[in-house]
């Protein structure tokens, strides 16, 4: 009696190959799976063993990082192409957000200073969105730190604010409209701040 070709699933393949389930997944994604058992793709050993047995990723080649994404370079927790991968793609678009809100705010009739407060606020938000993203989905660098330091001041998308307070006919005042930003997305400063200070008397009536 012959001998039945055994299938191989991406669990059963790192096992096998001592590789992380992603970088397989990765490995043998170009190839034809031999059948499905369960919904999930299998593999005849003979067929993926090449790309699996090689430590180093086919055709793997350093890109140079961007500018706005150098910070990620220094990170060895980014060795994984699928985490660094879902980290650029988190940081560019939390470049992009504030000024595309800013913008589409203005153009949808809200008021500068509205626009001006969604900017932050868009930002912050996508920030703490990424985040949570990838604590969830297990990512790095956010399982090893949950507030890593991958983005650079100077390389936001700026906003036009000339251009901005000429489509809404206003007059640009930067000031006031971050005075209001902060009202809006910090109101406890603002009531903090407004509170007198604290008596530095003690409770018997004498200072110390």
């Not at 793609?89 to 957000?97: D, G, I, K, Q, T």
């Amino acid at each position: 009696m012959g001998m039945t070709k055994k299938h191989w699933s991406i669990n059963a393949l790192a096992t096998e190959f001592g590789l992380d389930r992603r970088t397989v997944a990765l490995r043998v994604g170009e190839i034809s799976p031999a059948a499905k058992e369960n919904g999930h793709p299998v593999w005849y050993l003979a067929d993926v063993a090449p790309v699996l047995a090689d430590r180093e990723p086919p055709k793997a080649r350093k890109m140079p990082m961007p500018p706005g994404f150098h910070a990620l370079e220094a990170m060895h927790s980014l060795r994984h192409p699928v985490d660094k991968a879902a980290c650029m793609m988190a940081v560019a678009l939390v470049y992009r957000v504030g000024c595309l809100a800013s913008s589409m705010a203005v153009g949808c009739g809200a008021s500068c200073r509205v626009a001006y407060a969604l900017n932050s606020a868009m930002t912050m938000g996508l920030i703490q969105a990424a985040t949570d993203i990838g604590l969830q989905a297990g990512l790095e660098p956010w399982v090893s730190n949950s507030d890593p330091a991958i983005y650079e001041l100077d390389a936001f998308d700026e906003v036009n604010w000339p251009n901005l307070a000429q489509i809404a006919g206003e007059v640009v005042d930067l000031d006031a409209w971050e005075a209001y930003s902060r009202q809006q997305l910090n109101p406890r400063e603002d009531e903090e701040a407004a509170e007198p200070a604290p008596s530095r008397r003690s409770k018997k009536g004498r200072t110390k």
